[in-house]
């Protein structure tokens, strides 16, 4: 069974049938979407790098964490 979660304080309005997709293309269990905050919204949990989340969390920061 394949399924969206959405994050409702961050919904974009985008297509997402090529994120489904790419997911599918891509054999992994599971697929998060970031967008890069530029101190525009929410806090930053994110570390984005190569393509790939290296650290995702809400309690301890990081000057490295630019998306959400």
């Known amino acids: 069974m ?3 979660a959405l994050y409702g304080d961050s919904y974009l309005p985008l297509d997402y049938a090529p994120i489904a997709e790419f997911f599918h293309r891509s054999g992994k269990s ?3 979407t970031v967008y890069r905050n530029e ?3 929410d ?3 994110v570390v984005f790098a190569g393509g790939e989340i290296k650290i995702y969390d ?3 920061r990081s000057p490295k964490m630019r998306h959400n």
Do not use: C, D, V
């Open 58 to 60: 809400k309690k301890i």
């Open 39 to 41: 101190g525009k919204y």
């Open 30 to 32: 599971g697929l998060m």
């Open 2 to 4: 394949n399924f969206f």
């Open 43 to 45: 806090i930053k949990h």
